[in-house]
């Protein structure tokens, strides 16, 4: 009972999240439902021992933490992030074609399996940079509807199709919104979706999204298929883990970045001051310094959780021949010899030894060695706040494509291991 709970409270945080700022709000009602206090970067912070508080930077990227009723002598820390591949609408973005259709003009957002975005209904979300009376307002937008598609061309017109297609993010990509008459008719409906008036939207970062459920499939309901599950699956369990826990000798802090999949390096990314900004404020209004804010970071830890690559049953060969982890067996462990995976020896082994107090399976993932594979947060993060890090995930099929599938079982074992990771 508790494993289904779990699946539909990330099921419907998933389809109310199509962009990295819906996934940032519904974590801080999370969090404020939990009595945690947001703080402003803006404003002077008024924080004290025994507190739980969040901040956000952009709308799109998250710190929480909560701490104990006396001076941490550590950080316990998680990160994942908020943004997944998609389609990012430009500026001027109608375009008509052959005076009948009309098109959205996009480019991708990070790697996705192109393909996989073809033939499926499509919606318009991310948030509106609005003129107040106050200044400048963010305001979230999402059309929650079936606006667009992206159309294959027919087998008849490309005998080929099936021997192999490159597409062109430019000319094959691009989304039919309407016909002719609607030309002009999309800002108008995200100015209503909101209720401004179209004049006074300044700016927009839109994407479009794919409007397919989460679900369960297999025959015994051994997996889940769903948008957006690399990473929203593992921000969504640091979370859950994170207003759990009640820390004792250490400050507990789940963060949440942004633009992982466009290498991190904005001001909201694992690449920024974000975290190191926060620490510091955190330590400057605790009285902690410098000194001793060095001696906590040499005593703390961070768990950067990003999905992993399980086995594929039609691909085994793209496989390492003996680190295969598959679904549903637990948390995966990911090294890297170049350390595109933050992953040692010594993190290896705490994660571990929080798995078996857990009572949770673990297993290993590395990339074949003729495949570069990808890197994630746990070193990119470390170049601003070096901290012993584990770069660990839950294993996947079809990462970055529209539609991925997980096991069924293993959000709730990440879940555990965060608890136990938390609360000792």
Not at 18 to 26: G, I, K, L, S, Y
Request: with cysteine; hydrophobic share 40%.
């Amino acid at each position: 009972m508790e494993q289904q709970s779990q699946l539909q409270s990330l099921f419907r945080f998933i389809e109310e999240s199509p962009t990295a700022f819906h996934a940032v709000a519904n974590l801080e009602k999370i969090l404020e439902e939990a009595g945690f206090r947001k703080l402003k970067e803006s404003k002077p912070w008024e924080i004290e021992l025994g507190g739980k508080y969040y901040v956000n930077r952009n709308g799109s990227s998250l710190i929480a933490f909560s701490l104990p009723e006396k001076v941490p002598m550590g950080l316990r820390m998680v990160a994942a992030h908020s943004d997944s591949p998609c389609f990012k609408i430009k500026e001027s973005p109608e375009i008509t074609v052959d005076d009948f259709y009309v098109k959205l003009n996009t480019e991708k957002y990070g790697g996705m399996i192109l393909s996989t975005w073809l033939d499926r209904p499509l919606s318009v979300a991310g948030r509106l940079i609005v003129k107040g009376r106050e200044g400048m307002e963010s305001k979230l937008v999402n059309l929650d509807k079936d606006a667009a598609m992206i159309p294959n061309v027919a087998i008849h017109m490309n005998k080929d199709m099936n021997k192999g297609v490159e597409y062109n993010p430019q000319t094959d990509m691009e989304a039919i919104i309407g016909e002719a008459k609607t030309k002009g008719c999309l800002m108008a409906a995200l100015a209503e979706n909101v209720g401004v008036e179209e004049s006074d939207i300044m700016g927009a970062d839109l994407f479009l999204y794919n409007r397919d459920k989460c679900r369960l499939i297999g025959l015994d309901d051994a997996f889940i298929a769903g948008p957006r599950l690399d990473d929203l699956e593992c921000a969504y369990a640091g979370i859950a883990a994170l207003v759990s826990a009640k820390p004792q000798a250490y400050a507990d802090l789940c963060v949440i970045f942004d633009n992982e999949e466009v290498g991190s390096g904005t001001k909201q990314g694992a690449d920024s001051t974000f975290l190191k900004d926060v620490l510091e404020r955190i330590c400057s209004r605790l009285g902690i310094e410098e000194e001793a804010y060095r001696c906590m970071l040499a005593e703390s830890f961070l768990i950067s959780a990003d999905n992993a690559h399980a086995i594929h049953p039609n691909h085994p060969e793209k496989a390492d021949v003996a680190n295969r982890p598959h679904m549903n067996g637990g948390i995966v462990i990911k090294y890297h010899g170049s350390q595109r995976y933050a992953t040692d020896a010594y993190s290896a082994a705490v994660m571990k030894d929080i798995c078996n107090r857990a009572a949770v399976p673990y297993q290993s993932y590395a990339n074949r060695s003729d495949i570069a594979g990808g890197s994630t947060l746990g070193n990119i993060s470390t170049a601003q706040v070096s901290v012993n890090t584990v770069d660990i995930g839950l294993a996947q099929l079809a990462m970055h494509s529209a539609l991925e599938t997980a096991g069924a079982e293993d959000l709730g074992y990440l879940i555990s291991a965060l608890q136990t990771y938390y609360r000792d």
